[in-house]
């Protein structure tokens, strides 16, 4: 059964679209509909369903809007409304279907067919993104896995010189000049990194140990192969030299 939550501002409607949805098909489960796009934001950030029946014209805010609205993406979007000119817009906004009300037996077929091989697709996805992002905790490996602007980055923990923070990100530098901004905390950052080669030297840095070329004591500094100093915290200090 697919689990499915209904959007439509007009309670006629909506229990009419839930009618529909039920006995063309044996196939569809309303866990929830909602008059209020609003309330129906809320409870998708919090729960991610099968598939979402959106009504196009609502007042507060149009079935577009509320696509754009949308912090969880990670399930069908089909437009469901009385007026066909807004096909086109509805698979320009990544919706996967567009059903014209009153709805058509074969039409809803299609739709569900479509619903489930977007979820199969998107299942096989999920799982390849969780072995790859659990692939740097291999003991055998070298390479750390990052997720970063919609994709996976595979970076080799000997190319990295250091982490820096700034705030709620971070940025990685590369020993061949590239930075890799993440939004990360420099805490999760840390947790992604070898602990036998990097070290969290400063509340605000990481470091590669086996790149730094100086210590020095007296300013409380360590110089990298890139020439890049980088301040050692006093409460780091003594951690890091049973390091060294």
């Not at 923070?165 to 930075?179: A, E, V």
Request: glycine residues 2%; hydrophobic residues 40%.
């Amino acid at each position: 059964m697919l689990e499915a939550v209904i959007v439509d501002d007009e309670i006629k409607a909506l229990q009419s679209l839930s009618w529909e949805l039920t006995n063309l098909s044996d196939e569809v489960d309303i866990v929830a509909s909602f008059t209020d796009a609003h309330e129906a934001l809320a409870y998708l950030e919090r729960n991610t369903p099968d598939c979402l029946f959106l009504d196009i014209e609502m007042p507060a805010m149009d079935g577009f809007q509320f696509i754009k609205s949308l912090k969880n993406k990670d399930f069908p979007v089909v437009i469901t409304t009385a007026y066909n000119q807004y096909a086109l817009q509805a698979l320009k906004n990544e919706a996967i279907d567009y059903l014209l009300k009153p709805i058509d037996t074969d039409d809803l077929q299609v739709t569900i067919a479509k619903i489930k091989k977007f979820n199969a697709k998107n299942l096989t996805v999920n799982k390849l993104e969780k072995i790859l992002l659990n692939f740097n905790s291999e003991s055998h490996s070298k390479k750390i896995t990052i997720n970063t602007d919609g994709k996976l980055l595979f970076l080799n923990s000997d190319d990295i010189l250091y982490a820096e923070s700034d705030g709620n990100y971070s940025t990685i530098f590369l020993s061949d000049g590239q930075k890799i901004l993440l939004t990360k905390k420099l805490k999760e950052v840390n947790t992604l990194l070898p602990k036998t080669s990097f070290f969290r030297i400063h509340n605000s840095y990481i470091i590669n140990l086996n790149k730094i070329k100086e210590f020095l004591k007296t300013d409380g500094y360590v110089v990298l192969e890139s020439n890049h100093k980088i301040p050692v915290s006093r409460q780091k200090k003594s951690d890091f030299l049973d390091m060294l």
